[in-house]
């Protein structure tokens, strides 16, 4: 079932409060996700567009037209589906700027909890011709392009964000703005002698594969994965910055679902345990099972995560050997041998 800001964006459509989209025309779907309906005359191509690799394989399996990124101009059409990040709803606002035409219809929604309201008010500011529509405990608003969206860009473009001074993020990604504190305590764990191969898993942008290659410069190379396709570029970049001998490969991949091909000495790892706003420790168990599986026979596991989170559990039940390295007031270090 299709979340409800999915369906709050269609409506528009549905009840005929915007004439949908044509033959001839062209639409470019930002965040777009799987599960909508087309309403009854919407016949123009959707260019979708979305960058976090779960979402994306399930609107593949819908035979969606989708990219992990933006291509193409002067589209006719721009449908936004807002997320839980401010800075990131901006950005793809923006970007469906940049990418339609002079005239085009761009149409915005997400759900009250998204912040749905603060980013229509702040759009209303620019006195754009459009209107809205709440629906499905969500909003929709749609305005029309105009001649010059210059300025309106600048001011909605997120911008890289330098963190210590070393790395590059961007809002939307995890830890955008500092250096996660949990992450930080492995890091201060990790191996200094270390000389076989090692990957990183939920490698975010990077941060960790950073220290590690600086912790122990011998190592063989690492392998990064991770499922936001944005933040692996910017791991990409940090890499090349901040430890550019240090053999890396970068993996855009759903590690709760797509099985890794190699085997490896050591995997280290901040497990996600969040969809959207709830907290998901399932999500953090596969991808801890998925790095158990990916060991060599005698390969250590080293992870972070919140204090209260069960994950000794999920390596009671598929380690070897597993213990607790340290732990402060909110997070622990975990390990575990194959």
């Known amino acids: 079932m299709s979340r409800d800001a999915l369906k709050t964006l269609f409506h528009p459509f549905e009840t005929g409060i915007i004439d949908p989209p044509g033959e001839g025309e062209r639409v470019l779907f930002l965040g777009a996700e799987a599960g909508y309906r087309l309403p009854e005359g919407f016949v123009a191509p959707i260019s979708a567009v979305q960058p976090l690799r779960p979402l994306y394989r399930t609107l593949e399996a819908m035979r969606a037209d989708v990219s992990?990124?933006?291509?193409?101009?002067?589209?006719?059409?721009?449908?936004?589906?807002?997320?839980?990040?401010?800075?990131?709803?901006?950005?793809?606002?923006?970007?469906?700027?940049?990418?339609?035409?002079?005239?085009?219809?761009?149409?915005?929604?997400?759900?009250?909890?998204?912040?749905?309201?603060?980013?229509?008010?702040?759009?209303?500011?620019?006195?754009?011709d459009g209107d809205h529509l709440p629906k499905y405990h969500g909003?929709?608003?749609?305005?029309?392009?105009?001649?010059?969206?210059?300025?309106?860009?600048?001011?909605?473009?997120?911008?890289?964000?330098?963190?210590?001074?070393?790395?590059?993020?961007?809002?939307?990604?995890?830890?955008?703005?500092?250096?996660?504190?949990?992450?930080?305590?492995?890091?201060?764990?990790?191996?200094?002698?270390?000389?076989?191969?090692?990957?990183?898993?939920?490698?975010?942008?990077?941060?960790?594969?950073?220290?590690?290659?600086?912790?122990?410069?011998?190592?063989?190379?690492?392998?990064?994965?991770?499922?936001?396709?944005?933040?692996?570029?910017?791991?990409?970049?940090?890499?090349?910055?901040?430890?550019?001998?240090?053999?890396?490969?970068?993996?855009?991949?759903?590690?709760?679902s797509e099985d890794t091909r190699d085997k490896y000495d050591l995997i280290v790892m901040n497990p996600p345990f969040h969809e959207g706003h709830a907290a998901e420790p399932a999500i953090g168990s596969a991808i801890i099972k998925a790095a158990l599986k990916a060991l060599k026979q005698g390969g250590r596991l080293m992870l972070v995560a919140n204090r209260g989170l069960p994950y000794e559990q999920v390596l009671a039940e598929n380690a070897k050997e597993y213990g607790e390295t340290c732990r402060n007031a909110r997070f622990k270090v975990l390990w575990a041998k194959r």
């Open 68 to 128: 992990p990124v933006v291509a193409g101009e002067d589209y006719d059409v721009a449908l936004v589906l807002c997320g839980k990040h401010k800075g990131e709803n901006e950005d793809r606002i923006a970007e469906a700027l940049k990418r339609t035409r002079e005239g085009a219809l761009i149409v915005v929604a997400g759900s009250k909890e998204d912040g749905i309201q603060s980013l229509r008010k702040r759009i209303d500011k620019f006195e754009w």
């Open 139 to 256: 909003v929709a608003f749609w305005f029309t392009r105009p001649e010059d969206v210059a300025d309106a860009v600048h001011k909605l473009a997120k911008v890289p964000v330098r963190v210590d001074g070393l790395f590059e993020a961007a809002p939307g990604m995890f830890s955008h703005d500092r250096v996660d504190a949990g992450s930080e305590l492995l890091a201060s764990r990790l191996p200094k002698d270390f000389t076989g191969h090692a990957a990183d898993f939920g490698a975010g942008w990077g941060y960790l594969s950073v220290m590690l290659a600086q912790a122990s410069p011998g190592l063989k190379g690492i392998d990064l994965f991770e499922a936001d396709h944005d933040a692996l570029d910017a791991a990409r970049r940090n890499m090349k910055a901040n430890a550019p001998t240090t053999p890396a490969r970068f993996f855009w991949h759903d590690l709760t």
